[in-house]
């Protein structure tokens, strides 16, 4: 890999800049009492009730919690996607609109939401059009994302073409492509098996190491929760609030022997324990 | 496209305010949705008042909005008893063609091979204009209604039949596959899924169809009527009556317009699931 | 069969070529005085439109008796083997015309020359046997097809359009500039409003078409003696017709339909002549698609002969 | 419904052997797809002289196929020429009406209140017929090509336009998510995603126009002109020759016939990534 | 629970008659030489190629294997969605169409395919009235799937209402509301908690052992595949084959503890050395 086409490396001196400027307000995601509620003709639902929460910039922040908890409803109010019913919100030191409309933040949705009059190789690349990069500049790089998700060959396929993992991956690696700041992932690797999850696991955890990106990732593996975060984020349910935020006494460099480790069991069951009671 | 409102550190909002909020956003919505069209039209009639008023143009090439509001008002009764008439023949047309486009839709779907052989069909009959077709009607049907129906229903058909026929195949290939499974006859499948599939686009054929079943019922009094709008208007035309066909011209309008309204609340009431989001 | 669906006893159905109304007058009064119930009748009167003219109706045997606004309408049917006959004539002289305005007027064909005129497809014919009988070369004029409306006159497009003298109404808007210069003056004779029937009807049932037009006849003398009785029953019918209009415009139906030929030989009327001039000027202009129809492929007096005392009394 | 071949035992079918019986499998339905049509359209002529025959139908109601052939045949010249006129009125006014309409659908899309303003103008003006809007037409644009274009597009603009309002917002709210998220413009959103998500909704009214384009340029004919199919269908009723009345009509058939492959045939060559499933 | 409403009751005596029949057989489903192909304008794909197998009736058999490899797709070719380009299936000794005919064969997709127009628990309710049943009758049953799958309360609620793993919980209520003999899952606790999930593998083996169903199972969770099935069936990519069928030597009573067995960790350490050179 050299410099130019690594991924981790496209820092731009604007986010130089920008990224000495958030340092001040030192986190990257900051919420104070949230509450949102869905309202229809029939019925009333709060997903999320008071919740509050400061996600330090370059923190990597694992959500559990139940079915239905609110997970979801979290990550698309941080992606600007929802407006909270009350409560307030900032990302990376500003309205979450702002560091959207910055390209700072990026999503890997639980479906994988992929455009079906595009190839692969088209999907891919959406972000960089939409950017107004030209894709033909960053072929090397959305070749290495494709080869990294394992979807080599398969990048003029249509999606109804492929299987449901490789859908996912595909919308990984549309994610992976724009160097977000702020990553959030709702179930990437769900429907990934674990051979391939355990590898993209690491690719994760070293791609955050080395870009100091602030990433937000739903799991429903305790397992997956534990190994890759720093804190792990447990939400209850009817309505969303937090549980529990507990800190991963792993050490930074990890591999997947850690999960062998005391450490690492006692946190599992420690886990397992809260969200029985969730 | 800022969604997040602004920063309220209120300690804790109720549910009952947030709802409150909720509905009268909804009720603003509402009114907006309803003042608007109003507006629109109101604004139609001001840019005619203008353009008439501005180029000076008589009232016998087009006579200005308040003329014909005038005509409207004088003649509600003979134009009242016509719209009737009209909107009889453009009704029962609505629904008979409209029926059967869905009929033919829904014959199609099911057979691929009777759709290849019946859709040319479908596009050369709808490509013969109605005056081709007129004395042939009058000839089976004679001077009523029928004919006028027939017409509306015609006119009505075509674009339905296509809408309806892509609709019923815009199904969700997941669903589909579901339905197999579950072993669902043809019926099964056509009542629990393509029908819903195919709403989006049956609605939106049926607002077409709501605007052109008038005009079909209009045109078909132009076979040999002495009432409804359509006979109205040749009988205006015929006497360059400028103010008199313009008000019958507005009546067909107006028909139009609360057909298309009643469409579009049918598909609100019907269409209930996918509110939210 | 279609004529079984005619058939209705005493029942006579009146295909109109347009729109019913003003020019039905004389039907309208006969009915509204009893006059077709004393023939045993009942009139009903079918119109046609801009999207039917009625003529294969009738000809197919679904309605029993026509009428129809111009003579050519029938020669070019029987050209094309339609098995009608027309048997009397509402009008003698057609009350279509070319209206122009003052500023740039056309009183004399030969005023044609230069000019544009603004005639509906179908009119354009009736042009050219206007400049044909007048022997004005048709390089001479431009002709403009236009719908059938007076506008493009109004804003200038064109110097003359084509109208009927007969419908007041519609020459309103032309106001008192109106200069207007009709077929008959113009040398072109052409009847308006003839009746016609299917050759069937005539042969087995000419009774019936006897006792319409002597109704008919009996409702012309009361449009000439009381015509303000007469539009009455016309604005009865057709409450959305204009009075005023329909007064001033029966005194002009009446000059078209009453003239020396109704004096010898009653409203009505038709002379094999006549029509032979028209079928010869058409087939000059070379207007026959089919074959060139002979006088009593076109017409019979059968009818006339048998009412001509009714209609001597108009 | 009977999804399982046959078992087969073969213990190697190899992939050239699969892949050859695919391509003949899409060569028969492509051959049915063509030739099914066909046989459809000879149905009808069929049904037609049988029901001419039998029926006893005098020619001058409706001639017999093989008579409007021979016309067809005999004046092939003059029909031709019409016929030429008549398409280019029809294409242009299809390409007219139709961008105007996705224009202004495109318009709504973006702006709900726009929508709720101008749609109902849309409507009420969709609802005057083109007798009562063809004067004015004259009055503006005279008596060439131009009436003619602008009623045969008036006549496809309604249809498009509800019909593309719709598919422009029948877009898959996750995409939309994600646009939102990549903050891409509307007019990102507009290329890169509405455009696509309304590709059916927008062929089918493609569809639909195709046929009704036609019947609006013959309509425009209508209102004075010596050139073109309508002129032609004019003078043969006036004529009362209905052999050339309905040589006209299957002409103007024809054309609709025509353009509706051709839009046929452009949504396969746009719409390939749903071939398969 | 009575035994009226109880969900493994409903044994009829057709289904008696048939379960005879098919004794002889003896396989629930046998598979021969399998091929299956995509063919598009573009490409050809082998998705599977010769493929043998034969699952005796009653097994519960786990399906694993790298992401696109095949699986979905010899599930489909199982419940008649999808003729094998070459190659035999027989599902409870007769062809798969008959098989589905006879509503013996239930699936739950990877993805939900709940009907947008219909509430949780009318799409529940679907396979009661397309077999014609009453579902008013079986009111009381559907409860209890309901609350079996925790979505007591959201009846009422559409999919658009429901966050993911809800929407995948009323696909399974779906499935078994039928009563099959054959139930084809694919990946169909993917997006669920743990907590969940773990609940549901349980349910799913105590369902299995009532009823003496035939279980094809795909998951993702090597943990999943072995703490469920009796044999896993592990197949390999480019193009799908059977790399290899593992019997689980777990005993028939399993409870959450055999997880931590010597017998539990060698088995799944072996599925993942398998996995891994798939
Ligand atoms: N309709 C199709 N057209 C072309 N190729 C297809 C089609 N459906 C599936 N494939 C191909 O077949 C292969 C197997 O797909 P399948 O969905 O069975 O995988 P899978 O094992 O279920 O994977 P996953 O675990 O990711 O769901 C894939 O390579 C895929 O690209
Ligand atoms: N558009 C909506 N309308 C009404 N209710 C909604 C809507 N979206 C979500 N909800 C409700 O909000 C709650 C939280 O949903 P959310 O999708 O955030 O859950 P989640 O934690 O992501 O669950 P999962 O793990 O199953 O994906 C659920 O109870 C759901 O029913
Ligand atoms: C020659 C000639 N024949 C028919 C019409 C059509 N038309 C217009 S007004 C009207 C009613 C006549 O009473 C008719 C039939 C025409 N314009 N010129
Ligand atoms: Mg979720
Ligand atoms: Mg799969």
Redo the contacts between chains.
């Keep these: 890999m050299n410099a130019d086409t690594d991924m981790t490396a496209a820092h731009s001196p604007a986010r130089e800049l920008r990224g000495a400027g958030d340092a001040v307000a030192g986190h990257a995601i900051s919420c ?2 949230i ?1 949102v ?5 029939r019925r ?1 639902v ?1 997903a999320i009730s ?1 919740l509050s929460l400061d996600v330090p910039e370059g923190e990597f922040l694992t959500l559990l919690g139940p079915s239905g908890c609110g997970k979801s409803t979290f990550l698309r109010v941080v992606a ?10 900032t990302v990376l030191g500003d ?3 702002r560091a959207r409309a910055n390209g700072d933040v990026a999503f890997v949705f639980q479906d994988a939401a992929l455009m079906p009059w595009r190839t692969v190789l088209q999907n891919i690349e959406l972000p960089l059009e939409i950017a107004g990069k030209s894709p033909r500049k960053h072929r090397v790089r959305t070749m290495e994302l494709l080869d990294l998700v394992g979807l080599s060959g398969s990048e003029n396929a249509y999606p109804n073409e492929l299987s449901g993992g490789m859908r996912q991956r595909v919308s990984i690696a549309r994610a992976l492509i724009g160097n977000p700041r702020v990553l959030l992932m709702d179930e990437p690797f769900g429907a990934l098996d674990e051979i391939v999850r355990d590898r993209l696991n690491d690719e994760i955890r070293r791609i955050w190491k080395e870009t100091k990106l602030t990433i937000l990732f739903v799991t429903h593996s305790i397992y997956e929760a534990a190994y890759l975060g720093e804190r792990v984020l447990v939400l209850s349910a009817n309505p969303g609030r937090v549980r529990d935020i507990v800190p991963v006494p792993l050490p930074y460099e990890r591999t997947l022997e850690a999960r062998e480790t005391p450490e690492f069991v006692s946190l599992a069951a420690r886990l397992r324990r809260t969200l029985e009671t969730c | ?5 602004t ?7 109720s ?1 009952a305010i ?2 409150a ?2 509905l009268a956003e909804q009720r603003r919505l509402a009114l ?2 309803r003042m ?2 109003v ?3 109101v ?2 009639l001001i840019a005619w008042w203008a353009v008439i008023a501005g180029f000076n143009i ?1 009232p ?3 006579p200005s909005p308040l003329l014909v509001m005038q005509t409207i008002i004088q ?1 509600r009764d ?1 134009l009242l008893q016509n719209l009737g008439v009209t909107a009889l023949e453009a009704l029962f047309g609505f629904i008979l063609g409209n029926l059967a486009a869905i009929l033919v839709a829904s014959v199609f779907v099911h057979s691929k ?1 009777l759709q ?6 479908a ?10 077709k ?3 009607l ?2 089976i049907m ?2 009523g209604m029928a004919p006028k129906i027939t017409i509306a229903a015609m006119v009505c058909f ?2 339905t039949l ?2 309806t026929v ?1 609709g019923l195949e ?1 199904v ?4 589909m ?8 006859t043809r019926t ?1 499948v056509y009542f ?2 393509r029908l ?1 599939s195919a ?3 049956l609605f ?1 054929a049926l ?2 169809a709501a ?2 079943c ?2 079909g019922a ?2 078909g ?6 009432q409804g709008i ?6 205006a ?5 400028s103010p ?3 008000a019958a ?1 507005v009546m ?6 609360l057909f ?1 309204v009643v469409i579009a609340l049918l598909e609100k009431r019907i ?7 | 069969t ?1 004529e079984a ?1 005619g058939a209705e006893d005493g029942l006579i159905n009146l295909q ?1 070529g ?4 003003a020019d039905q007058i004389a039907e309208v009064t006969a009915r509204a005085l009893g006059y077709f119930k004393d023939e045993g009748l009942t009139l009903a009167i ?7 003219d ?1 003529l ?2 009738v000809a ?1 045997g ?1 309605f029993e008796v026509g009428e129809i606004s111009s003579s050519p309408s029938i020669m070019l049917a029987t050209s094309q083997g339609i098995p009608i006959q027309s048997f009397a004539a509402g009008l003698q002289r057609h009350p279509y015309g070319y209206f122009s305005l003052k500023k740039n007027p056309v009183h004399t064909p030969q005023d044609f020359i230069g000019k544009r005129v603004g005639v509906a497809p179908t009119g354009v014919i009736l042009l050219r046997l206007l400049l044909a009988k007048n022997k004005i070369p048709e390089s001479q004029v431009t002709i403009v097809p236009i719908g ?4 493009p006159l ?2 200038g497009r064109v110097d003359v359009v084509t109208g009927w003298l007969s ?1 007041t ?5 032309l106001g008192d500039e109106r200069v207007g210069l009709t077929l008959w003056d113009a040398g072109v004779h052409l009847y308006a409003w003839p009746y016609y029937a299917t050759q069937s009807t005539l042969q087995t049932r000419p009774d019936l078409l006897v006792r319409f037009l002597r109704a008919t006849a009996r409702g012309w003398h009361v449009c000439r003696t009381q015509p303000d009785r007469a539009v009455d029953y016309l604005m009865k019918d ?3 017709l ?1 009075r005023e ?1 329909e007064r001033a415009a029966l005194a002009i139906k009446l000059q078209c339909a009453l003239d020396d030929e109704t004096v010898a030989n009653g409203w009505g009327t038709m002379n094999a002549d006549r029509w032979q001039q028209q079928i010869t000027q058409f087939d000059q202009l070379g207007q026959f698609s089919g074959h060139v129809p002979t006088v009593n492929e076109v017409m019979t007096t059968a009818i006339l002969d048998k009412t001509r005392a009714v209609r001597m009394a108009v």
């Design positions: 104070r009492d509450v509620r869905f309202f229809s003709e009333s709060t008071g600007d996607l929802l407006a909270p019913s009350s409560g307030s919100v309205k979450p609109s | 496209m800022d969604a997040c409102s920063p309220m550190n209120a300690p804790a909002a549910l947030d709802e909020r909720y907006q949705r608007l069209p507006l629109g039209i604004g139609l008589k016998f090439i087009a003649k003979l091979i290849w052989i019946f859709l040319p069909i596009v050369a009959i709808n490509a013969i204009p109605v005056v081709a007129a004395p042939i009058v000839l004679g001077n075509f674009p296509i809408n892509r815009a969700n290939p997941q669903i596959d579901l339905m197999r499974i579950l072993s669902a099964q629990k899924l819903f709403l989006p686009y939106s607002r077409i605007s052109m008038v005009i209009i045109v009094e132009w076979i040999g009527s002495t359509g006979a109205q208007i040749i009988q035309t015929y006497n360059y009556d008199l066909l313009y011209i067909s309008a107006f028909l139009s317009g298309y269409v209930k699931w996918s509110a939210s989001h | 279609v669906l109109l347009y729109i019913a109304g079918q119109p046609g439109g801009p999207s039917v009625g294969a109706v197919s679904r059938g409306d007076m506008s109004l804003i419908n109404s519609s020459l309103r808007a057709y409450p959305q204009n209009d």
